[in-house]
């Protein structure tokens, strides 16, 4: 077994962040529709975040916005003229259009791909396939710039291999690791890779949500296992439970979350609880580990409260003295049943009980409101000190990093967007000013194509 670590690449909020209620199935996201956004506190929300995390001996980058607005999808669906005029007319015409556009949803890196450290991969390079997040408009356009940035972080072909992703069809809808989640003894050691799915492409008798859209199938999980070369004895694949996904769990993310050997989940959030814990015990088992299972009962958080706190959609991090934080979002301290079994959950964890001994909290309510916590905001990649030090340096956190990149937030980012600013020509010119200047900052020149 090798020295490796988990880093957390979390997503760097982009200038254009604003409410436009895009995703259907999320409920936070169309409960907070065409209401004013504040992009700059978003970004230093986020950034907060990471600081401290690093602070804490948590190892810690972020993976840069991507280019907004998405001025090709703008003009491939029909819209003429100078850049003005493309802005004016999607406004005039199909102001629903210019907000996808203009979403600033890749913050959400959960969403970036899928990883599977070299632990586990038959060429022992760590693997990467962008996600298609062909689902909804505002996201099938990120792959692009997606699989072009980690290319340029993870650029050594000897240590990386960064897939192309899956064909954008329904058969192959992939919305990356916010339904994958790795187990292991240790990040150095040989794992289990959980891939969760919420529908069947090719089996119209399997169960599926009814109210909302699931958006990973079992075809895509199994795809993105064979290209990254897992060992079948070590891969879990296991069926979302469709009756949460009508309750707004558009994502297995937002009701359990694992870490090491540890499965902090709601007891509704599998189709079938028995086999998937059986499943993941027989598995693990095998590399010498034991699954410990932190079961959540509806009786004490019902579906609805995991929903709206997010106690789910929470990083579930091991610290480097040992035992295991879980970083919530305030408002599960807002939510009185989750409040209450949180108290309760890290008590038993003091007392030997419990994994998770200890709550990190963090202000990200301009995150939250648009429907995504912790967990959407970082895309975890274990990496031995080998290939840490093979990637792009510009994008791990630090003091210094942190201090170049606050201002740059204050000297771009408005500190309000209302949905008729997606007009305004000028908030364009913003944001491209603003890549091009972090282009500098994290010592990526050429990063975006903003021809």
């Given at each position: ?5 988990e880093f957390n690449f979390d997503g760097l909020v982009g200038p254009s962040h604003n409410y436009a209620g895009l995703s259907f199935g999320n409920v936070a996201s169309f409960s907070n529709v065409r209401s004013a956004s504040n992009p700059r506190q978003a970004a230093l929300q986020g950034l907060a975040k990471m600081r401290s995390l690093a602070a804490r001996g948590f190892a810690q980058g972020l993976l840069p916005p991507q280019a907004r607005p998405n001025f090709r999808l703008l003009r491939r669906l029909g819209f003429t003229g100078t850049d003005a005029d493309v802005l004016a007319q999607a ?361």
């Amino acid at each position: 077994m090798r020295n490796a670590r988990e880093f957390n690449f979390d997503g760097l909020v982009g200038p254009s962040h604003n409410y436009a209620g895009l995703s259907f199935g999320n409920v936070a996201s169309f409960s907070n529709v065409r209401s004013a956004s504040n992009p700059r506190q978003a970004a230093l929300q986020g950034l907060a975040k990471m600081r401290s995390l690093a602070a804490r001996g948590f190892a810690q980058g972020l993976l840069p916005p991507q280019a907004r607005p998405n001025f090709r999808l703008l003009r491939r669906l029909g819209f003429t003229g100078t850049d003005a005029d493309v802005l004016a007319q999607a406004y005039r015409e199909s102001p629903v259009i210019l907000a996808c556009a203009y979403s600033a949803s890749p913050m959400w890196t959960a969403n970036a791909a899928t990883v599977s450290p070299s632990a586990d991969t038959a060429d022992g390079r760590v693997h990467f396939t962008a996600a298609n997040l062909n689902n909804k408009l505002h996201r099938a356009e990120e792959h692009v710039q997606a699989t072009r940035t980690l290319r340029a972080l993870f650029a050594n072909t000897d240590r990386f291999v960064v897939h192309d992703p899956l064909p954008s069809t329904p058969a192959f809808g992939d919305e990356g690791a916010a339904n994958h989640t790795r187990f292991a003894g240790a990040h150095g050691a040989a794992g289990v890779e959980f891939f969760v799915y919420g529908r069947v492409e090719f089996d119209p008798s399997a169960p599926a949500p009814t109210k909302y859209p699931a958006r990973q199938t079992l075809e895509a999980s199994q795809a993105v296992a064979r290209l990254h070369g897992l060992d079948a004895a070590r891969t879990v694949f296991a069926a979302q439970n469709p009756a949460v996904i009508d309750q707004g769990v558009f994502h297995n993310d937002v009701i359990a979350v694992g870490n090491g050997d540890v499965l902090f989940y709601h007891e509704q959030a599998f189709a079938d609880e028995t086999a998937t814990l059986e499943s993941l015990r027989r598995a693990l088992g095998a590399t010498g580990t034991d699954l410990r299972a932190v079961r959540v009962d509806t009786s004490v958080v019902p579906v609805a409260d995991a929903v709206a706190s997010y106690l789910f959609n929470s990083q579930l991090l091991s610290k480097p003295d040992g035992g295991m934080a879980l970083v919530v979002p305030h408002e599960c301290r807002e939510v009185p049943t989750v409040a209450r079994y949180l108290e309760q959950l890290v008590t038993s964890g003091r007392s030997g009980n419990c994994a998770i001994d200890e709550l990190i909290e963090f202000d990200l309510r301009q995150s939250m409101r648009n429907g995504g916590g912790p967990a959407c905001l970082r895309l975890r990649v274990v990496l031995t000190d080998e290939e840490a030090a093979a990637m792009h340096q510009g994008v791990l956190m630090t003091d210094d990093l942190y201090a170049r990149l606050v201002p740059w937030v204050e000297r771009h980012y408005r500190d309000r967007v209302e949905p008729t600013d997606l007009a305004d020509p000028q908030l364009a010119i913003e944001c491209a000013a603003a890549l091009e200047d972090l282009e500098r900052i994290l010592g990526l020149p050429g990063l975006y194509d903003l021809s």
